[in-house]
């Protein structure tokens, strides 16, 4: 299993980075795909989620309108358009893969993280 973030960088305020995530080794169509960060000396939180169908959509309230969370099911990748970046949006961003069966059961993967930072 591998799950890895590209796209990160340097952005002044104001800006805008796409973040992806490609995936192999499971069953892609089957897992809701998040993102999440971690800044430094804070704990890792949850940005974005997006199921399967990709409708269903979740935000922090922190990114809602400048954070566009997308999945691309023939090329096993999910991505994260992020727009009006903020001081505040910098720090490692960690895509996950999470399944949940019908017996409780769940099935997750990381990836290694993508660093961002933005400038003001």
């Known amino acids: 299993v591998q799950l890895v973030e590209s796209g990160g960088g340097l952005v002044q305020t104001g800006g805008s980075l796409r973040l992806a995530c490609e995936t192999s080794?499971?069953?892609?169509?089957?897992?809701?795909m998040r993102w999440f960060r971690q800044a430094p000396g804070k704990e890792r939180e949850f940005v974005a989620g997006?199921?399967?169908?990709?409708?269903?959509?979740d935000y922090a309230e922190s990114v809602k309108g400048r954070f566009t969370i997308s999945r691309d099911e023939s090329k096993r990748t999910a991505y994260l358009q992020m727009n009006s970046l903020k001081p505040e949006d910098t720090g490692v961003y960690y895509c996950?893969?999470?399944?949940?069966?019908?017996?409780?059961?769940?099935?997750?993967?990381w990836g290694q993280g993508t660093q961002v930072t933005v400038s003001s």
């Open positions: 996950n893969a999470r399944l949940r069966i019908l017996d409780g059961r769940e099935f997750e993967h």
């Open positions: 080794g499971f069953t892609f169509r089957g897992y809701a």
């Open positions: 997006i199921g399967n169908p990709a409708s269903n959509t």
